[in-house]
Nanobody, 119 residues
Framework: QVQLVESGGGLVQAGGSLRLSCAAS????????MGWFRQAPGKEREFVAA????????YYADSVKGRFTVSRDNAKSTVYLQMNSLKPEDTAVYYC????????????WGQGTQVTVSS
C-alpha cells in the first residue's frame, strides 16, 4: 500500500553529520505517522524518532534527543532524519516505517540504509 525507500547512509567520522531520506509512494494519504528505527548487529530494533505526517509533531528517543532532527516535506512525500554529533554507538541499519490511520502498527517498512560511525 505504501512503498518506502531510504537513502543517505554511509561512513562518517565521530562528531560528523548525515541526513537520511525516506521517500514514500503509493497511498501516501493513508500515512498518520512516519517513524525512524535502527538495528545494530546482534541487537534488537529500537525506536529513534517519529513525526506526524500532517501536523508535524515530533518524538525522539532519549539517546538522540538534541542531536537528531526529524522533518518532512509533504509535497515530496519524503521524511528526513538529520543526524548531528554522531557517535560510534549510532552505528546501525536505519529504517523508516509508516503508521496508517487504520492501525497502530508500523505496517510498511523501507529496506534500510547503513550508517557507520568511526571513532
Amino acid at each position: 500500500q505504501v512503498q518506502l525507500v531510504e537513502s543517505g547512509g554511509g561512513l562518517v567520522q565521530a562528531g560528523g553529520s548525515l541526513r537520511l531520506s525516506c521517500a514514500a509512494s503509493g497511498r501516501t494519504n493513508s500515512i498518520y505517522r512516519m517513524g525512524w528505527f535502527r538495528q545494530a548487529p546482534g541487537k534488537e530494533r529500537e525506536f529513534v524518532a517519529a513525526i506526524n505526517w500532517n501536523l508535524g509533531t515530533t518524538y525522539y528517543a532519549d539517546s538522540v534527543k538534541g542531536r537528531f532532527t526529524v522533518s518532512r516535506d509533504n509535497a515530496k512525500s519524503t521524511v528526513y532524519l538529520q543526524m548531528n554529533s554522531l557517535k560510534p554507538e549510532d552505528t546501525a541499519v536505519y529504517y523508516c516505517a509508516a503508521q496508517r490511520y487504520t492501525s497502530h502498527e508500523y505496517a510498511d517498512w523501507g529496506q534500510g540504509t547503513q550508517v557507520t560511525v568511526s571513532s
